[in-house]
T-cell receptor, first 113, second 116 residues
Framework: EPEVTQTPSHQVTQMGQEVILRCVPI?????FYWYRQILGQKVEFLVS????????KSEIFDDQFSVERPDGSNFTLKIRSTKLEDSAMYFC???????????FGSGTRLTVV | AQKVTQAQTEISVVEKEDVTLDCVYE???????LFWYKQPPSGELVFLIR??????QNEISGRYSWNFQKSTSSFNFTITASQVVDSAVYFC?????????????FGSGTRLLVRP
C-alpha cells in the first residue's frame, strides 16, 4: 500500500537554528498538508498546499514557517529560527482529491534544545 | 466554527470489557466528514474510519463499531472485547471542506488503557 514517507524520524536542533522537515507524499496525490502535535496535546493543522501554492494556513503558521515542493516529489516544511515551543511531532499528509481520505506519514519528532 | 470535543481524557478497562469513546462535534456545514484515528505509543496516526455527513448508518468492523447520530452531533466509537493492543490514544476529527482545502480539526483525544 502506498505510503507517505517522512524523514528524519527524529531531529534534535538548537534554538535559533533552521530546520527542514522532509516528506514524500503519495505520487498521484494533489493535496499536501502539515500538522503539528505538541507532546500530549491534540493534532493541529498548520498548512495545506495545492497546485504549488499554499491554499490555507493556520494562525500557528507564521512567518518563521514555509513550505515548498522543490522537485515534484518532495514536500518540505522549513522552520527558519526554531524556538523551544516548536518542539513537537510534525505530520505530513496527502490526499488525491479535496474530499478524498487522508494518508498521514509516520511523523518527525522535532526536539529544540 | 468547527469544534470536536472528546470529554473523556482517559479511560481504563480490563481486557475483554467493552468500551465506548465519545465524540461530539460542532459545525455549520451540511457536508462534512468525521474520522477516528488511533495513535499507539509509537506515535503514528492510524486511520480507522471516515464517515460523510449524509451516511448515518452505523458501521462495524470486527471488534470496532461506530455510532453516528446527527441529531446529537455525536460519532461514538465502541471497542468490543477490548485487548491490551487496543491501548492507545484515540482521536476523533472533523473535516472542514472549503474551496481551498480540506483540513482536519481534531479533538483532544482519549487515552485508552486496557489492563490484562
Amino acid at each position: 500500500e502506498p505510503e507517505v514517507t517522512q524523514t528524519p524520524s527524529h531531529q534534535v536542533t538548537q534554538m535559533g537554528q533552521e530546520v527542514i522537515l522532509r516528506c514524500v507524499p503519495i505520487s498521484n496525490h494533489l493535496y499536501f498538508y502539515w500538522y503539528r502535535q505538541i507532546l500530549g496535546q491534540k493534532v493541529e493543522f498548520l498548512v495545506s498546499f495545492y497546485n504549488n501554492e499554499i491554499s490555507e494556513k493556520s494562525e500557528i503558521f507564521d512567518d518563521q514557517f514555509s513550505v515548498e515542493r522543490p522537485d515534484g516529489s518532495n514536500f518540505t516544511l522549513k522552520i527558519r529560527s526554531t524556538k523551544l515551543e516548536d518542539s513537537a511531532m510534525y505530520f505530513c499528509a496527502s490526499n488525491p482529491g479535496r474530499e478524498d481520505g487522508y494518508t498521514f506519514g509516520s511523523g518527525t519528532r522535532l526536539t529544540v534544545v | 466554527a468547527q469544534k470536536v470535543t472528546q470529554a473523556q481524557t482517559e479511560i481504563s478497562v480490563v481486557e475483554k470489557e467493552d468500551v465506548t469513546l465519545d465524540c461530539v462535534y460542532e459545525t455549520r456545514d451540511t457536508t462534512y466528514y468525521l474520522f477516528w484515528y488511533k495513535q499507539p505509543p509509537s506515535g503514528e496516526l492510524v486511520f480507522l474510519i471516515r464517515r460523510n455527513s449524509f451516511d448515518e448508518q452505523n458501521e462495524i468492523s470486527g471488534r470496532y463499531s461506530w455510532n453516528f447520530q446527527k441529531s446529537t452531533s455525536s460519532f461514538n466509537f465502541t471497542i468490543t472485547a477490548s485487548q491490551v493492543v487496543d491501548s492507545a490514544v484515540y482521536f476523533c476529527a472533523l473535516s472542514e471542506v472549503t474551496d481551498s482545502s480540506y483540513k482536519l480539526i481534531f479533538g483532544s483525544g482519549t487515552r485508552l488503557l486496557v489492563r490484562p
